[in-house]
């Protein structure tokens, strides 16, 4: 089975610091795509970042970064000079072959003043 | 550019009662529709998907069905509500051969079963 574990289920950072959020996943595959997703109070899905598991440079959106390990099956997402609107649950997930999206629980995020 | 809309975005519905959620994507052809089911404190779930008109995947057994009468139109139905019905519904559209698979969604359905 594929699994997506987000292991803080809850962080905070005080505005305009830096925030890694954790991920790890399992599976057996070796082509696959990862994404994390933010999900503010207003309860829309929103895109933050992608990146393709073949390749090694790590996805930069901005603020928002990630580290890939793939050998430890590892995706975190780093958001640097946190903002008051960055407050929001994160999902991390992935996607192998099929059509289907594998979800982690997610990270409740604050970012306080 | 390309729009999803869902509604209604809130709705209450007594136990046994039928349900009717409609999402509708603008502005791509052929889309994959997705309907996923988030419980409180938790992750998405995937219920069903549909590569094309009239053809729908279910991904979980349940009180549950989905229709896509037209290209851009996903509908997600039930004859009778169960409590455990309850919860945030989303609708989602991705291009298949799209570079990078990634999934849209729509701002959501929730629904209370009393």
């Known amino acids: 089975a594929q699994t997506v574990t987000q292991s803080q289920p809850e962080m905070s950072v005080q505005e305009a610091e830096t925030v890694t959020l954790s991920c790890t996943y399992d599976?057996?595959?070796?082509?696959?795509?990862l994404f994390w997703y933010k999900q503010p109070p207003s309860r829309q899905m929103i895109l933050v970042i992608r990146q393709e598991a073949y390749k090694q440079q790590n996805a930069t959106e901005n603020r928002f970064s990630v580290n890939f390990q793939k050998a430890a099956k590892s995706f975190s997402l780093k958001i640097s000079d946190s903002q008051l609107g960055d407050t929001a649950m994160y999902f991390c997930a992935f996607r192998i072959s099929g059509y289907a999206l594998n979800f982690g629980k997610g990270t409740s995020l604050l970012v306080t003043p | 550019s390309q729009t999803i809309h869902q509604w209604p975005a809130t709705l209450v519905q007594p136990v046994g009662s039928p349900l009717s959620l409609e999402c509708t994507v603008e502005g791509t052809s052929n889309p994959n529709l997705y309907w996923y089911r988030q419980a409180a404190g938790r992750g998405l779930q995937l219920l069903f998907y549909s590569v094309g008109i009239g053809q729908i995947s279910s991904e979980v057994p349940q009180n549950l069905s989905a229709s896509r009468p037209q290209d851009r139109q996903f509908i997600l139905s039930s004859k009778k509500l169960l409590l455990s019905d309850s919860g945030f519904y989303l609708c989602?559209?991705?291009?298949?051969?799209?570079?990078?698979?990634?999934?849209?969604f729509g701002p959501g359905t929730r629904l209370t079963v009393t």
């Open positions: 599976t057996s595959e070796n082509n696959y795509y």
């Open positions: 989602a559209w991705s291009v298949e051969g799209g570079l990078f698979y990634e999934q849209y």
